[in-house]
């Protein structure tokens, strides 16, 4: 069993997970566009998902701009947009949510322009990382964005690679003003006309206050508002002089037109920049991924030296799950021990029992290879529960087996008399086990990725370890009670 999983009989994809009937199509622009232009990225893609979806599978299409939502976090800005697909329930042989972002993304990908698209898919159960998330540190800003857009190029080149993105969220175009004193000498301007006046293109000017059934009411007074294009367009606007003419506003000051930072990003009190990319898991998987990213950053560590490397994601959290989850087994064996030596008396007799475990777990590996399931955190979760179930069996033997050699049988009748006079109770104990969860297991009713494996390797390996049982557990008895007598 152990080699069908290593030898890939059996696939493994550790975060299993249910597709939702949505999804995004993510719309990435450079910085500076403006709302409306993001919004006529975004519908263009809604066309493309209209027109390849027809109503039997597509439900509505919404796009909007300003606002998109990732994995973790909504993120604010003209430059982003998003179209928002609600499919229809699924029934019968439709399509599943991520065959259909596969049939959408070359058209969708082949929008070309400026705008970059990706997709994000809405999952079922715990929230998880992805498969590939490389956290980039250095205190130079400089050199840790050239570092990541090296990086990236090098994960987009990974067969399988797909939606890969950064958390460098740029801001908006903002304009630096510093006063020219020397300009204003000669114009005659004051520096607190100059500011009052981009107050009052800003927040405004509070010139009274009055007041409605007891409240205070501000009275502010701004310019009327208009829509700029430029943020340099501010330069434009007339200032007064004392003689009746005027002059811009861009000859009495210093200027400076710059990208803001949307997000300044730390991790352990150091500029980071965080890598993320998802993965076609038929073609690679997530350990393979990013040793790949390993060796492809060893190439390039030389060109940033002051950047360093820390990899999360999906790969972390299976570290994590499967460090815990092997405490816990050793936890749940442990206890399943010391009551079963409580019980019987005895320290070696539990250990004949417990040989049942392995047995259910041949049970676990051969239900997936039939079914199709992946090796999953779920699947593992039910292998945990089974310990606890698959023992039931050969405590039942062992029991009898006891008995009859306290009433003065030999042990190999014993064995005998236990593995005959039991084998009903047993076979319908598993039954009904098998029954409860025997829907479930099979996906009758609609499947589930998450607890559809939970139920199979509970059927699976309680069945098997049934059968392996009523054969392997009397004869292990007789040997090993005949070699300590």
Known sequence: ?????????????????????????????????????????????????????????????????????????????????QVLVSLQPREGEMRDTGAIIAALRPGVEALGGEARFSFLELKGGPPTAKPISIKMMADDYAELRAAADALLAEIARLPGAKDITDDDVPGRNELRLVLNREKLARAGVGAHEVSRLLRLYGEGEMVATTRDEGEKIEVVVRARPETLADVTELLQRPVPLADGRSVQLGELVDHQARLSKGYIRHYQLTRAITVEADLDKTVIDTVEANDRAKEAWAGLQARFPAVTLGFSGELEDIEESLDSMGRLFALGVGLIYLILAAQFRSYFQPFIILVTVPLAFTGVVLGLLVSGNPLSLYTLYGVIALTGIAVNSAIVLIDAANERRAAGMSVRYAAIYAARRRVVPILITSITTIGGLFSLAVGLGGKSLMWGPVAASIVWGLGFSTVLTLFAIPLVYRLAMDRRS
Do not use: N, W
């Not at 999983?5 to 403006?34: E, H, I, K, N």
């Not at 919004?39 to 606002?67: F, I, N, P, Q, W």
């Open 1 to 81: 069993s152990a080699g069908a999983v290593v030898g890939g009989l059996v696939q493994v994809q550790f975060f299993a997970f249910d597709s939702m009937r949505l999804f995004y199509v993510s719309v990435d622009l450079p910085a500076g566009v403006t709302l409306e232009r993001s919004l006529a990225e975004a519908k263009r893609a809604a066309t493309v998902v209209e027109r390849t979806l027809d109503g039997s599978e597509l439900r509505a299409v919404a796009s909007y701009a300003g606002l998109k939502f990732t994995d973790t976090e909504p993120v604010y800005g003209d430059q982003y947009a």
